[in-house]
């Protein structure tokens, strides 16, 4: 048949298309943006897959035999569901009638078809709101169905059809010979490789996260459920496929073009059919509308990729369907994407943390190659006995295939001999001893010059600019306060340097815009004169704020130079200039400098006269307009988190939206084990794309006003890639909470303090207003971990000692062994803060019992302390670490001391994903009593006194450089670099002494 010539050329390209696409593909899917919208993905990849099918068709024979008829019998059920078919001549001929039942049943397998694709997509949509709560999949039993249906559809009746004749044959031909004749062979084959390639992906499946799976909804058992009614949809469709493509009608087979056609025309009916829905849904439901309509622009990028791969796969698979039946293809498609998976997954966790059986996943490796070529051999060797359509893949395996397989095995045996389990010494040990040196190298160069013109000297080499006018009234400030900090303030210029890139008229116009509008949020200061004052406009409730400014700048203004500064009223930090615009602005600074280092002597050392003129006034009536864009409760981490980062990063390019599962690669960067071993390094969202989800700031801010362009906005704290300025807290100033041990609750030495890991606290991260966004806040991922509310809590690893030689290894424990092993005092006050809808009796129910508020000083009988970020920094931080507990800190905000305060010498960081909270908390904590199910013993003596070390060195520090005198001095001279900013002579201006 002419037909069998064309496919037969085909069937390599296919074979390798089908292999390359899918291995692309499971590659690819793990961090793509289509789940951010299922539907719309759906749509696109069924409208783009059924397009290149009907494309293909086109090249194929139309002629083969019968094809005449053939064509006929497939116009009908198309033109029925209303897909116009200009290609075909729609008029039946008088034979179509005379076959009514392969009429019907194509008929009837197409619309089956379009249905279960549109109920899939349900299916798949739903699976994806709440992935956190999937389960292990059930898709690699697919090609075991199949390999079923063949046993019972063909092989048994093989059986019964051959004879054996081969007098001839050598005892190995024999026994090869009655294997491909057994009917179960093929069963057996395929079971192995679905055998192996589970028990591989089991073993190295990444751990789960800690969003929560909440006890009291519903998911915890029904996205289960639905995963499993997908695999049977999936095992549905691929059938319905097979049959639009092969089924044998009462004639004959159809022609090869036009079955292929109509598969197409199922796919584009299918994406039809959602569009429908979709449209529906957009009338009906006017809140989504705009959610619904809106496609940001990494995301069709993101799709538009995967589209092409996904349809090109389907491509090939429709062919290799067509030529090798479908169960060939559904197994060689299920090992190529379980090897891809595991092996990167392999390949990206040799390290003992997480912890993979990397053994176990080597056994089943091995199990699946040896099923995939026993299954090659096996259908090589059906070949030509077979009655059916059907080919086998190779005629003869080629060495290619063998070689492949060889290299895929020594592979493992590679990863399998590196792969390490145990770790020689506790990574915590490392990072103590590390910090302490980190520590002292900063020491060693805080306050290298002793006397003003030493200062000014190393000011000029550190920072390649003359320091600012009133420099020398700053130096004489600090030190009569004994100011530990004299030589670096590094973080100062990191913050103002984007600002040289703005005229100086330019700043005070953007300031005062910020300022004018009451909507902003914004507090208006005012130093005239060496006078503060506080704007007329601002919002009553945040007077206190200003006012704490207003005290705070008097100390030191009879030194500034006259100007208006800018203050975010708000929690959140807002001005994220995107990386593209903000480099160039940083490199105009960094070109400035170089070309101030010559000139030294010819500084201007007073501000330019007449500064209060240029300050346009502020009115106390309202100014309509704002800069500002108003993202309050909405999610914000591709339009505003990561823009900040280069536009390759992870964090721009990459989604992870498998919420459930842990992202190793995201927090390798800053880890040691389980471990934070960088807190530099864990502020940088870059590398962390999965981030987006697990923050309330990111997920749904309570106040975000925000901006990419530079505005000038001094606020408290801010997360990586946003560009406002850092000042000293008006909170932590003015002691809104405060250091006070009492008689009541006094602060004792640390040895006689309760072992409990201690936080209270609201619910004020974010806004969850109905979308389940607390799920993702770590506040209450926290709270769901320290508590395992109603058992639902992820499994979580402890690294514990062996017996022998003193190594350690990490157990993966059921929460449930955790909370008894450790201790912690971690619950939510008073009642369910900023929710909205559903979201405030769910977390109420899950977080229940809700605790009554306690006193602040109350902390001081805890060893340990936990502090975690709230809308925007944790105010607590400061009175925590001033007093003898232990603060341990997991925050994605960083605050105007971030480069004085050094982790793990001064307090214990946390990962913000929460995995090492158990195993940190163990290693002060110690442990004793029994893990697995209270089969093993362990004991693990608690390191009271590296704790106590770092909770008085962090006290001493404290004492030393964040004091209140210390935020002045800062503040001061952040103020006088403002100065000379604003000045519209600052490249002039100077000291000289
Ligand atoms: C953290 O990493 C950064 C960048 O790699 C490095 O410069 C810094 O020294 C590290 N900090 C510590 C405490 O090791
Ligand atoms: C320590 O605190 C926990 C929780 O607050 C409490 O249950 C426990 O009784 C306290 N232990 C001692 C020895 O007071």
Redesign the pocket.
């Known amino acids: 048949m002419p037909s069998h010539n064309v496919m037969d050329r085909a069937k390599w390209p296919a074979f390798i298309g089908l292999v390359l696409g899918t291995v692309v593909v499971t590659n690819t899917v793990k961090t793509t943006f289509a789940f951010d919208k299922t539907v719309h993905s759906s749509i696109a990849t069924l409208a783009c897959s059924g397009g290149a099918i009907i494309g293909l068709s086109r090249w194929l024979p139309r002629d083969g035999n019968r094809t005449h008829k053939g064509g006929q019998y497939e116009a009908v059920p198309l033109a029925e569901v209303g897909q116009p078919h200009a290609s075909r001549d729609p008029s039946p001929s008088p034979e179509d009638v005379a076959y009514p039942s392969s009429l019907r049943k194509l008929r009837i397998v197409f619309l089956l078809l379009v249905a279960l694709l549109g109920i899939r997509v349900e299916v798949m949509r739903e699976v994806v709101r709440n992935v956190q709560c999937s389960r292990a999949s059930w898709e690699p039993i697919v090609p075991l169905v199949f390999a079923a249906w063949d046993y019972w559809a063909v092989q048994r009746k093989r059986r019964r059809a051959t004879n054996d004749d081969d007098l001839d044959a050598s005892v190995y031909d024999a026994l090869e010979r009655s294997m491909a004749r057994s009917p179960y062979s093929c069963v057996a084959t395929v079971a192995l490789v679905i055998l192996g390639s589970t028990l591989a992906m089991n073993a190295l499946a990444s751990p789960a996260s800690t969003f929560i799976c909440a006890a009291g909804l519903p998911f915890r058992w029904l996205v289960p459920q639905l995963q499993r009614v997908g695999t049977v949809l999936d095992v549905a469709i691929i059938f319905c496929i097979y049959n639009l493509l092969k089924a044998q009608d009462a004639r004959g087979s159809l022609n090869v073009a036009l079955r292929f056609a109509s598969v197409g025309y199922a796919f584009l009916s299918a994406a039809a059919l959602l569009l429908f829905a979709g449209i529906v849904y957009y009338i009906v439901q006017d809140n989504d509308r705009i959610w619904i309509l809106t496609i940001p622009h990494q995301y069709f990028w993101s799709v538009l990729r995967l589209d092409l791969v996904v349809a090109f796969t389907v491509l090939c698979a429709m062919v290799m369907i067509l030529q090798v039946g479908v169960m060939t293809t559904t197994v060689l498609t299920t090992f190529t994407s379980i090897m891809t998976a595991v092996a990167i997954s392999a390949w990206a966790n040799g390290h003992p943390f997480p912890p993979h059986s990397t053994g176990i996943a080597f056994l089943g490796v091995s199990l699946a190659i040896l099923g995939f070529m026993a299954y090659f051999h096996l259908e090589t060797m059906h070949e030509g006995s077979s009655g059916n359509y059907t080919t086998s893949l190779f005629r003869k395996i080629p060495s290619a295939f063998y070689l492949t397989m060889l290299i895929l095995f020594f592979f493992w045996t590679g990863l399998w001999a590196t792969s390490k389990s145990k770790v020689n010494y506790h990574p915590i040990d490392m990072l103590i001893f590390e910090a302490q040196r980190y520590h002292h190298m900063y020491l060693d160069q805080t306050a290298v010059s002793t006397g003003l013109a030493e200062t000014v000297t190393h000011y000029q080499e550190r920072y390649g600019q003359q320091p600012p006018p009133g420099f020398d009234h700053w130096y004489r400030y600090a030190t009569e306060r004994n100011s530990t900090v004299i030589d670096s303030f590094d973080s100062i210029h990191h913050d103002l340097d984007p600002f040289y890139a703005l005229e100086p008229q330019q700043i005070r116009h953007r300031t005062w815009e910020m300022i004018a509008n009451q909507w902003n949020d914004v507090a208006g200061i005012s130093i005239r004169n060496g006078q503060v004052t506080v704007a007329p406009n601002i919002v009553p409730t945040h007077r206190w704020m200003a006012d704490g400014l207003a005290e705070l700048i008097g100390k030191f203004a009879k030194w500034l130079p006259d100007m208006d500064l800018a203050f975010n009223l708000n929690d959140e930090c807002r001005v994220s200039v995107p990386y593209e615009d903000v480099v160039p602005m940083r490199q105009i600074a960094q070109n400035k400098r170089l070309n101030q280092q010559q000139r030294r002597d010819d500084a201007r050392t007073s501000f330019s006269d007449g500064r209060a003129e240029q300050w346009k006034a502020i009115a106390e009536d309202e100014v309509p307009d704002s800069p500002l864009e108003e993202i309050s409760w909405q999610y914000s981490f591709h339009r505003f988190g990561s823009v900040g980062c280069p536009p390759n990063s992870p964090a721009r390019r990459l989604r992870h939206w498998d919420v459930g599962s842990f992202c190793t690669e995201c927090a390798y960067p800053q880890s040691l084990g389980a471990f934070l071993s960088n807190w530099t390094v864990a502020g940088d969202i870059c590398h962390q794309p999965d981030l987006a989800d697990l923050h309330g700031l990111y997920l749904s801010p309570a106040s975000f006003k925000g901006t990419h362009e530079l505005y000038p906005l001094f606020s408290q704290s801010k997360a990586n890639g946003f560009n406002d300025i850092l000042y000293p807290s008006a909170w932590n100033y003015l002691e809104k909470a405060k250091y006070d041990p009492n008689d009541d609750n006094p602060d004792r030495p640390f040895s006689e303090k ?3 890991i ?1 936080w209270r606290g609201a619910t004020s991260e974010g806004v969850s207003q109905g979308r389940g966004q607390w799920r993702g806040m770590a506040r209450q991922r926290f709270i769901h971990l320290a508590n395992n509310i109603n058992n639902s809590a992820p499994p979580q690893p402890l690294l514990l000692p062996t017996e022998r030689g003193g190594k350690l290894s990490y157990w993966t424990l059921p929460s449930s062994e955790l909370t008894d092993l450790l ?1 912690a ?1 971690i619950h939510v006050v008073d009642s369910i803060a900023r929710c909205a809808g559903p979201d405030c009796e769910h977390q109420a129910e899950e977080f229940a019992p809700l605790v009554p508020p306690s006193d602040f000083q109350h902390h001081w009988t805890y060893k340990f302390l936990l502090d975690l970020d709230g809308a925007g920094f944790s105010g607590r931080f400061l009175p925590f670490l001033q007093s003898r507990s232990l603060p341990f800190k997991a925050a994605l905000f960083r605050e105007w001391w971030d480069d004085r305060v050094t982790a793990w010498a001064h307090f214990i960081p946390l990962d913000l994903r929460g995995h090492g909270f158990w195993a940190t908390l163990a290693y002060f904590q110690g442990l004793d009593g029994k893990i697995a199910g209270g089969s093993v013993e362990v004991k693990m003596d608690p390191h009271v006194q590296a704790a106590e070390r770092i909770a008085e060195a962090g006290r001493e520090w404290a004492e030393q450089v964040l004091r209140k005198e210390d935020m002045e001095i800062y503040f001061f001279r952040l103020l006088l670099e403002w100065g000379r900013l604003t000045d519209d002579r600052r490249d002039e201006l100077g000291v000289r002494i």
């Open positions: 309760n072992d409990t201690f201790k005092d």
